[in-house]
T-cell receptor
């Protein structure tokens, strides 16, 4: 079964550093998403991406965040200057269609900011 | 804006017993409704989803959920749980605003513990 692959599985970074989280969506999917889950809390929507541009973003997704699809396979989330409160599990998801929310989630990257 | 409430933070069930996890949503129209399961250290796996039609939805791993419009609920059920069902369960709501790719709104989750 096709999978969404996220790397690394765990990343530790110092406060103020830039971090890039990487995702390889399912190859024929067109819609891409990032969600985050702070430890013990609910999963929160960050951003959706379609046709090489952001479709929707939440209040969490401020100027410190950016997304990119640098080539035909990767989908990245960049945090420019990490804060302690950015520590969370970050999930990538992809979907073949927006209309039926046929999401497939990756296993996540645990980001720890120290 | 839509919201999701999962009133039970933890539920403990004996192996072989039946299970019901509660989910209530708030939205002006009928949303898209989902249940996801998350095992420790794992991603989110879709159990089932409701868009329209039959209000009783069958999912994977023997789970089912029933959409009740009058109660704004989408409770998850399983007739007989197995130890491997121990996990975190999330109810989620999606809406179709007609715009771009809209995100899902998740509940806070219910942690399911299975007693032998």
């Amino acid at each position: 079964e096709p999978e969404v692959t996220q790397t690394p599985s765990h990343q530790v970074t110092q406060m103020g550093q830039e971090v890039i989280l990487r995702c390889v969506p399912i190859s024929n999917h067109l819609y891409f998403y990032w969600y985050r889950q702070i430890l013990g809390q609910k999963v929160e929507f960050l951003v959706s991406f379609y046709n090489n541009e952001i479709s929707e973003k939440s209040e969490i997704f401020d100027d410190q965040f950016s997304v990119e699809r640098p080539d035909g396979s990767n989908f990245t989330l960049k945090i420019r200057s990490t804060k302690l409160e950015d520590s969370a599990m970050y999930f990538c998801a992809s979907s073949s269609s927006r209309a039926n929310y046929g999401y497939t989630f990756g296993s996540g990257t645990r980001l720890t900011v120290v | 804006a839509q919201s999701v409430t999962q009133p039970d933070i933890h539920i403990t069930v004996s192996e072989g017993a039946s299970l019901e996890l509660r989910c209530n949503y708030s939205y002006g129209a009928t949303p898209y409704l989902f249940w996801y399961v998350q095992s420790p250290g794992q991603g989110l796996q879709l159990l089932l989803k409701y868009f329209s039609g039959d209000t009783l939805v069958q999912g994977i791993k023997g789970f089912e959920a029933e959409f009740k419009r009058s109660q704004s609920s989408f409770n998850l059920r399983k007739p007989s749980v197995h130890w491997s069902d121990a996990a975190e369960y999330f109810c989620a709501v999606g809406v179709d605003s007609g715009g771009g790719a809209d995100g899902l709104t998740f509940g806070k989750g219910t942690h399911l513990i299975i007693q032998p």
